[in-house]
């Protein structure tokens, strides 16, 4: 069974930065991408970045720039790299690994909050 856990929210000021990490834990193979969406109060879950196994990466418009996906496959973990932060970031985060075989598996979420 594959478990993903998110950490590193928290509350910042606007223009701050923070770094979440995803750490999977249990048998991981054949993974197509893993993702990081977030979820604002009353919106719904949207797509923030992607990175595939081949490296590629994808962004949603708004954060290019700003916020950078990375992975380290020797502690299981992808990581957010989230630079100059603005209140519309204001959301849970959440991770999700998607497998060659179309399962996929969710993290519980993070809490991130932008404002002074």
């Known amino acids: 069974q594959v478990q993903l856990v998110e950490s590193g929210g928290g509350l910042v000021q606007p223009g701050g930065s923070l770094r979440l990490s995803c750490t999977a834990s249990?048998?991981?193979?054949?993974?197509?991408?893993t993702g990081w969406y977030r979820q604002a109060p009353g919106k719904q879950r949207e797509l923030v970045a992607n990175?595939?196994?081949?490296?590629?990466?994808n962004y949603k418009e708004s954060v290019k720039g700003r916020f950078t996906i990375t992975r380290d496959n020797a502690k299981n973990t992808v990581y957010l790299q989230m630079n100059s932060l603005k209140p519309e970031d204001t959301a849970v985060y959440y991770c999700?690994?998607?497998?060659?075989?179309?399962?996929?598996?969710w993290g519980p979420g993070t809490q991130v909050t932008v404002s002074s």
């Open positions: 999700k690994l998607e497998t060659a075989y179309e399962t996929d598996y």
């Open positions: 249990g048998i991981v193979s054949d993974i197509y991408r």
């Open positions: 990175i595939y196994s081949s490296g590629a990466t």
